[in-house]
């Protein structure tokens, strides 16, 4: 048996929870195991309940767990807290107490969905790249001052700094799963200006002599960012620090058509965590009109990295891509001639598709 630690979360993060679960629950009649899930509060949810973004009994649950589903934490009325207590520390609390240091984001084309892409059909030929972003270093994790009066003027600072280990485990992070796929990663840096960046690429360069069937190249990232848009299908294995990953793994979401699609893995020494990289939404909550996708392509993410059932991993991918040729769409990914879902009907749909395999 398998245990995961179900975090609903903040904005629409319970409906597209709740779609995500009833695919899981199919997925692993599929694979023949049991899944035991546990909820447990985080974000915003866990602020108006406990007063902590992040509580004791949810990162023990975490611990202990297999691997933790979360939907999505924050939202405008929390904007006020105090920084210490703001719903996104619940996502950098458990990356930090379990030791998730590398973020998995692929980002894949759906066929059915190329003409949302705002680039040109031709520029989307064999996009299928893997974002990997260090989540446990970098400025995001660095000394930093909210605020400081300096001869007479208000000034704040955050530090980027980082270890030759830190890098060091998620270049090779980044080779091995290129090893796997098409054997080439482009480390992104902006090393001309940062020493920290400096630091980063002479890292990558000796790791790198260890992987000698793979092909690593070295890309500033203002350059990076310019050819996911003009040539994305150059690109295989991309590994980047903490607050270059965060901006390009956006950047290269609008590929797809939509940030609704996309999934997400962080992995590391402890139990992994999966989510969506969408947010939480909450203009749209309770409206059922939430794209439930990219939580369920977590889920799916859930199952081949952590559980280890790649199958059943793939069969949800499979029954995602069905529905969507058949011409189903949420709200987001809405056109005319299309059939337009909610999100309860989108999992319905899906379901039905595993079922009936």
């Known amino acids: 048996m398998k245990t995961i630690t179900v975090i609903p979360g903040d904005g629409v993060g319970p409906e597209i929870m709740e779609t995500a679960m009833r695919i899981l629950e199919q997925a692993v009649k599929y694979a023949g195991i049991v899944v035991a899930s546990e909820y447990h509060a985080a974000g915003g949810a866990a602020i108006d309940k406990y007063g902590v ?7 023990q649950a975490a611990r202990q767990a297999d691997a933790i589903l979360l939907g999505a934490v924050g939202g405008p009325v929390w904007d006020t807290v105090d920084p210490a207590l703001r719903p996104e520390k619940a996502i950098l609390g458990l990356r930090k107490e379990l030791g998730l240091y590398a973020n998995l ?12 892409s705002p680039l040109k059909p031709e520029r989307l030929t064999n996009v299928d790249i893997m974002i990997v972003r260090e989540l446990n270093g970098g400025i995001y994790y660095g000394e930093k001052c909210e605020a400081k009066f300096i001869d007479g003027v208000e000034a704040a600072w955050d530090t980027e700094r980082y270890s030759t280990a830190e890098v060091e485990r998620i270049v090779r992070l980044a080779l091995q799963t290129a090893a796997q796929r098409r054997c080439k990663v482009t480390s992104v840096d902006k090393a001309n200006v940062l020493a920290s960046s ?6 990558a360069d000796l790791a790198a002599t260890d992987f000698k069937q793979v092909e690593l190249q070295h890309l500033y990232v203002d350059n990076c960012a310019m050819q996911l848009v003009l040539n994305p299908g150059q690109f295989d294995v991309i590994v980047t620090s903490n607050l270059f990953g965060d901006i390009l793994s956006d950047e290269a979401a609008v590929l797809a058509g939509s940030i609704g699609l996309m999934p997400s893995a962080s992995i590391g020494d402890g139990p992994g965590l999966y989510e969506p990289i969408h947010g939480s939404a909450p203009d749209i909550a309770g409206q059922g009109i939430a794209n439930p996708l990219g939580m369920i392509l977590s889920t799916a993410m859930m199952l081949r990295y952590s559980l280890q059932l790649p199958a059943a991993a793939d069969k949800i991918e499979q029954a995602v891509e069905q529905v969507l040729s058949a011409g189903y769409r949420t709200a987001d990914l809405y056109t005319p001639g299309f059939t337009k879902v909610t999100t309860e009907q989108m999992g319905k749909l899906i379901a039905e598709q595993l079922s009936g395999d």
Do not use: H, Y
Not at 53 to 59: H, I, M, Q
């Open 53 to 59: 973004p992040l509580p004791e009994a949810t990162l």
């Open 105 to 116: 984001r692929p980002i894949k084309i759906f066929p059915a969905l190329a003409g949302l």
């Open 198 to 203: 400096r630091l980063w690429r002479q890292t």
